[in-house]
Nanobody, 127 residues
Framework: QPQLVESGGGLVHPGGSLRLACRTS????????IGWFHQAPGKEREGLSC????????SYADSVKDRFTISRDSAENTVYLQMNSLKAEDTGVYYC????????????????????WGSGTQVTVSS
């Protein structure tokens, strides 16, 4: 049974940084798109960044371009999200998701989400 476990959330001041980790088991990263999604308080979940195994292509939402970087470590079955220059509006729960590459494109996965989800990690940006 595939499992995704997020970690690395916490409380950070505006302008600070965090690195989130999505550790996967029961899947082989080489066959899955992996994405990070954000749900702000009272709002719907939105896709932030996704990565594909084929050539390491990535996609980013406009709100996080130039601030967030997604990367993966196949040997560790882990996908990371480096978040810099954090803002108050980045507060919320961060989820990672996985979807088989044969099932959709990278861009579509970042819009609709995955077949497997983690339970999320809380990020609070506050002074």
């Amino acid at each position: 049974q595939p499992q995704l476990v997020e970690s690395g959330g916490g409380l950070v001041h505006p302008g600070g940084s965090l690195r989130l980790a999505c550790r996967t088991s029961g899947i082989t990263l080489d066959y899955y798109h992996i994405g990070w999604f954000h749900q702000a308080p009272g709002k719907e979940r939105e896709g932030l960044s996704c990565i594909t195994p084929f050539d390491g292509s990535t996609s980013y939402a406009d709100s996080v371009k130039d601030r967030f970087t997604i990367s993966r470590d196949s040997a560790e079955n882990t996908v990371y999200l480096q978040m810099n220059s954090l803002k108050a509006e980045d507060t919320g729960v961060y989820y990672c998701a996985a979807k088989e590459t044969l099932a959709t494109t990278l861009e579509n996965m970042c819009e609709i989400g995955g077949d497997y989800w983690g339970s999320g990690t809380q990020v609070t940006v506050s002074s």
